[in-house]
């Protein structure tokens, strides 16, 4: 089966690209630089230029390469710890623009599957109540573009499963990084017992 990643170079792209390809997978990342594109390569896969904000050439680039399954997992989240929400305006255009161009895209195209990544935190608190499926989602403004993103999805005609993702740990990850940074300086206290969780 060939696998079309968006957000290919990214913490999770990069990491997939290598475990697709070891699984028998044919798979091709979208880059928006030659830079991007020189790492999908090195990591095996085919490298497309492109950019999901443009409607027309990721219709055209998905019906040039008819891939089976699309992973989306394009973002821009800021480097910084303080939230600003002009900083986030790109990742919300990537949300709501970029997810409509895709879609439209693995329509023409008749891709069989969509996975698309979202957040856990698109679901509004619910104290020490688990959070589900049907839980309900948040209505702060921060998460307008993920609440959108998803309604997207879900009213679309193009089969596709949303995986909301909790906090991502690994290695590289800027933010993860940050946060180590914040433990070492005694900011990150772990409080209570050992059977506190988020």
């Given amino acids: 089966m060939h696998v079309f990643i968006v957000g290919a170079t990214g913490v999770l792209g990069h990491t997939l690209i290598p475990r697709l390809i070891q699984s028998g997978y044919r798979v091709t990342g979208l880059g928006r630089s030659p830079e991007k594109l020189c790492t999908i390569e090195r990591l095996g896969g085919g490298a497309v230029r492109g950019d999901i904000l443009d409607g027309s050439w990721t219709r055209r ?11 989306n997992l394009a ?53 020490s109540k688990w959070i589900g499926e049907d839980s309900p989602r948040s209505s702060h403004s921060f998460l307008r573009a993920t609440v959108e993103m998803e309604d997207l999805i879900r009213a679309s005609r193009v089969p596709s499963v949303i995986l909301r993702l909790a906090a991502l740990m690994s290695l590289d990850a800027w933010h993860t990084q940050q946060m180590v940074a914040a433990l070492r300086r005694g900011m990150l206290p772990i409080v209570g017992s050992s059977e506190t969780y988020m």
């Fill in 61 to 71: 680039l998905l019906l040039e390469t008819m891939p089976d399954i699309v992973v």
């Fill in 75 to 127: 973002t821009a989240i800021p480097r910084r710890l303080k939230i600003d929400p002009a900083e986030w305006e790109m990742n919300d255009r990537i949300r709501t623009q970029g997810t409509c161009n895709l879609l439209d895209a693995c329509d023409a195209a008749r891709v069989s599957l969509l996975v698309q990544e979202s957040v856990g935190y698109v679901c509004a608190p619910c104290g």
